[in-house]
């Protein structure tokens, strides 16, 4: 079956440092990704995404770059801050569905 | 801005109860989930609405059944709870047309005891 799996459950970054966070999926026809951050006691809160005919798309402080000859996707925050920990994780719609796959997620912390 | 809310964000139940968990989304969404999260297992998906009326199983719908009798309002059924139900309620919707990306309520943290 489909999956999507993360490389680190766990990223320890200094505050101001570059943070990398990895995502693998497994269908290469999958056409669309997001990226969610979940902080402690809440609900997961949408980041950003991107569309399969893309390799590369910037928000504010984040860039999702995918490259679907390996079928990886990965989450780039800049200057990373105290407000940035939580955890993050990967969303691919399985195929012809709604429905998501999830990824088990990557704890980011931010060291002062 | 889109808003999932959920009935509760803590309930402490004993088992054998039936417990009722309610979602209610505003922007008038056709999807509706019902996903449970544990530690190391992420979110996994119990029950799925694509419409007033209509349910899909997900991955783990074993002790749950789901009701959506308004197309704001997608409640979750644990009929008899047990202590393996103990975990994180997450409610979502999403819309049918443009952009895909579920919403997510705030959650709600069931313990059975």
């Known amino acids: 079956g489909e999956s999507v799996g993360l490389h680190l459950p766990t990223l320890s970054v200094q505050e101001g440092d570059n943070s990398i966070i990895n995502c693998a999926y497994s269908?290469?026809?999958?056409?669309?990704f997001i990226w969610y951050k979940q902080e402690s006691g809440k609900g997961p809160q949408f980041i950003i995404d991107i569309r399969s005919n893309m390799d590369k798309r910037q928000g504010q402080r984040v860039t999702v770059l995918l490259n679907k000859t390996v079928k990886h996707l990965s989450l780039q925050i800049a200057a990373t801050q105290p407000g940035d920990s939580a955890v993050y994780f990967c969303a691919v719609p399985t195929s012809g569905t709604y429905k998501y796959i999830f990824g088990t997620g990557t704890r980011l912390k931010v060291l002062a | 801005d889109v808003k999932v809310t959920q009935s509760s964000r803590y309930l402490v139940k004993r088992t054998g109860e039936k417990v009722f968990l309610e979602c209610v989304q505003d922007m008038d969404h056709e999807n509706m989930f019902w996903y449970r999260q544990d530690p190391g297992l992420g979110l996994r998906l119990i029950y799925f609405?694509?419409?007033?009326?209509?349910?899909e199983k997900g991955d783990i719908p074993e002790g749950y059944s789901v009701s959506r009798e308004k197309k704001e309002r997608f409640s979750l059924i644990l009929e008899s709870a047990s202590t393996n139900q103990t975990s994180m309620y997450l409610c979502?919707?999403?819309?049918?047309?443009?952009?895909?990306?579920?919403?997510f309520g705030p959650g709600t943290r069931l313990t059975v005891t």
């Open positions: 269908n290469s026809a999958s056409d669309y």
């Open positions: 979502a919707s999403s819309d049918q047309r443009g952009a895909r990306e579920q919403y």
């Open positions: 609405s694509y419409d007033v009326k209509m349910k």
